[in-house]
């Protein structure tokens, strides 16, 4: 009976995790359906068209994971203060996310838009598309203010436990992206500055829409809160935040490196590793969805200071995700060809993106149990051993392999994609290290706790 007990409180906790998991889910399904059909939109313009917006697209990712670093740190104070019943200090955390988002929106938009035009020219785009993929670059970072509320204040919300809000924020973005690009791409003939304008307007609605949300929000809302700097609650923040902003940065500015190598490989080259990241998104979806439930359920039973309930979280969340990405790296193996015919008509970069898309299907089960584990250091703030393992994978084995691979011995985009799925191996291995040792729990350092 006993046993059975056991079992049962065990299992009482997926519908838990789940009801966190699947909003978020539902919300980068939509953007990424929405990244399928602009990039569908553009490669019907042509595979100069399809490179040009492509060759930007890891320096967007190096900006957008510095913004959600400092998310990040708001989310494990937020979700701890929640399982500790202080919903008053999540309130005060809110207040300081709020001046965070001004500051950090206001200088990355003075940064990126300096910038625009160098950043084609240091990715070693073609010449014949910087001029336009510098626009369209340009374009895509007018709004960054609206753009860091987004991703601030919808982690505040998960954090809270309210995945619905920025998921319903989300599906109005990309609809009104959807429609836009409809409108701008073909019906004004606008080509890739048309994708890059309906961007624009839909990430300014989109942070508009999580502001109001956040300020009528029941619990967090920082109404009535002061926004002058609070040393109490940024400190801890930040110093959660800290590590997590080098790991992205540094790890983001790889990707730039890993890009800018692939792009120096030719037009069909940089076409289908564009295509080929597009298609892999989707299936990382069930992965990505389920950090947000382990983080948040993470801080919650730290905050109780809960240590049996956050080792059956573990096991139980974990156990889940590499399911999911088994059917998740199974589905993507057997229609890898499929999925590239959607984005493109030529030959050589629907081959070459298939091969590569089933080289990673293998490895995604491995990758999915290190999101989890990252998830949950990330909701107990413990982000230093992440950046640690993340610098060292990403530097020592991606950058590294894929210089040698691409620029010593001349291989291709397979050897690229090979050094890729290396580095998620090695995370795999790292993580699972530190998970059994137990080092990433901090209530094992507390004897009395629950």
Known sequence: MLNNKKNNSKFAMVPVIFSLAWPTMIEQLMQTAVQYIDTAMVGGLGTSATAAVGATTTVNWLV????????????????????????SRASRVVSQAVLVT??????????????SS???????????????????????????????????????LRAAGDTKTPMKIGIWVNVINVILNFILIYGVNLGVIGAAIASAIAFTVGGILITVKLWQHPVISPKGQSFKPDKEILGPCLKVAFPNMLQRFGTSLGYV??????????????????????????????????????ATLSGNAYGAGDKKRMKELARMIILIEVLLMIVSGGLLFLFAPTMMKLFTRDAQVILLG???????????????????????????????????????????????????????????LVAAWACMIAHNLLLFVLFIIHYVRGRWNPLNSRPNAA
């Open 64 to 87: 957008g994971s510095t913004i959600s670093a400092l998310g990040v740190g708001f989310l494990s104070i937020i979700a701890k203060a929640f399982g500790a019943g202080d919903k």
């Open 102 to 115: 001004l500051v950090s929106g206001i200088l990355f938009t003075i940064l990126t838009l300096s910038l």
């Open 257 to 294: 490196f890993f890009a800018s190598m692939i792009n120096s490989l030719g037009e069909i080259s940089t076409a289908a590793h564009t295509i080929a990241n597009t298609v892999e998104s989707a299936f990382y979806i069930p992965g990505y969805g389920m950090q947000t439930a382990a």
């Open 354 to 412: 298939s091969i590569v898309l089933r080289m990673v299907a293998v490895s995604e089960p491995f990758f999915g149990a290190s999101i989890i584990i990252e998830g949950m250091l990330q909701g107990v703030g413990k982000t230093i051993m992440p950046f640690i393992f993340n610098i060292i994978g990403m530097w020592g084995i991606r950058i590294v392999g894929t210089f040698i691979c691409t620029q010593l011995l001349e291989m291709g």
């Open 118 to 156: 160098m950043v084609p020219v240091w990715m070693q785009v073609d010449p014949a598309i910087q001029e336009l993929a510098g626009t369209y670059f340009f374009i895509l970072y007018m709004p960054m203010l609206p753009r860091a509320a987004t991703i601030i204040f919808g982690t505040a």
